[in-house]
């Protein structure tokens, strides 16, 4: 049906300054071309249905461009399963997550926050002053459901290297017989530099990078993502030290009941998705 095939075009691609249709535009669109003479878009609406069409509804996406990506992707899950190198982890080995979440912000409110009430949700004020921001660096024992946690004022080598001091000062991780820190690409525990500087701090650290623009394998993200909820929304602090107190805290808090992220997302789900992402890759016309 030629509706449906407007409704898969770009915009873009017919001279339509739109970004993606509506059903309503897409109803005017399809009378302007003629196509047909009336059309309401809650029928545009019902015949897109019948094929989950909704070109309203859009997400993002990016392909894997590390040339190793399933080879460290695969690493990082055989962790989580409890394996290294085909043979199960000891009692004396331990695995850690680790990132650093930016920008964390003191907004302080023009009037004060009031408490919800019986027929009225929490309610804060829209205006606020900025109270400056800091960085809030965490480790997740992945088996262990411990969390690890340190305000600073910025992200940097430095700023990391006292997370790990953190951890690796304390017992178990100081007699383990190795403790696999899980990280990203970022500026500040990037590459061989990197592992060269842990390793001569800790001998028994193993350094394991993500596959770049691969975070999503990090579980440490999963915390961010309950302290984004928790914690920081809304925002509503006097101060940082307000901030890092309530951090701290929290992560206190959340060690009480936590256990260990139910993960899913195994080996033979990457080959998969490695499958596909290859498929859909050689699919796609290439920039000019």
């Not at 047909?36 to 859009?58: C, F, K, N, Q």
């Not at 030290?241 to 260990?260: C, I, K, M, S, W």
Request: with cysteine; proline share 6%.
């Amino acid at each position: 049906m030629q509706v449906k095939a407007l409704a898969c075009e770009l915009p873009a691609e017919s001279g339509v300054p739109l970004s993606r249709y509506s059903t309503r535009e897409l109803a005017a669109e399809v009378v302007r071309r003629e196509i047909v003479a009336e059309i309401s878009g809650a029928t545009v609406w019902r015949w897109l249905g019948e094929d989950a069409i909704r070109p309203w509804r859009y997400r993002s996406w990016i392909f894997p461009r590390d040339p190793q990506f399933e080879e460290k992707a695969a690493r990082v899950l055989d962790l989580y399963q409890g394996v290294w190198e085909e043979r199960p982890l000891t009692a004396q080995d331990y695995v850690l997550s680790t990132d650093e979440k930016t920008s964390i912000q003191a907004r302080l409110r023009r009037h004060p926050t009031q408490a919800p009430q019986p027929g009225r949700a929490l309610r804060f004020e829209f205006e606020y002053k900025r109270g400056g921001a800091l960085a809030y660096l965490a480790a997740w024992d992945v088996r262990r459901a411990k969390v690890f946690g340190r305000c600073e004022e910025k992200t940097g080598i430095e700023s990391f290297n006292r997370l790990v001091t953190q951890v690796m000062e304390q017992e178990p991780y100081r007699s383990a017989r190795r403790v696999f820190w899980i990280m990203d690409n970022g500026s500040s525990h990037r590459g061989k530099a990197c592992v060269d500087r842990l390793q001569k701090a800790y001998p028994t650290i193993v350094p394991i990078h993500l596959p770049v623009h691969a975070s999503w394998l990090n579980q440490i993200e999963i915390y961010f993502s309950v302290l984004q909820r928790k914690v920081l929304t809304p925002n509503d602090f006097d101060s940082l030290d307000a901030v890092a107190d309530r951090l701290t805290r929290f992560g206190e808090r959340y060690e009480q009941t936590a256990h260990p992220f139910e993960w899913k997302f195994t080996r033979q789900d990457l080959a998969k998705l490695t499958d596909k992402l290859n498929n859909e890759s050689a699919a796609m016309p290439r920039a000019a």
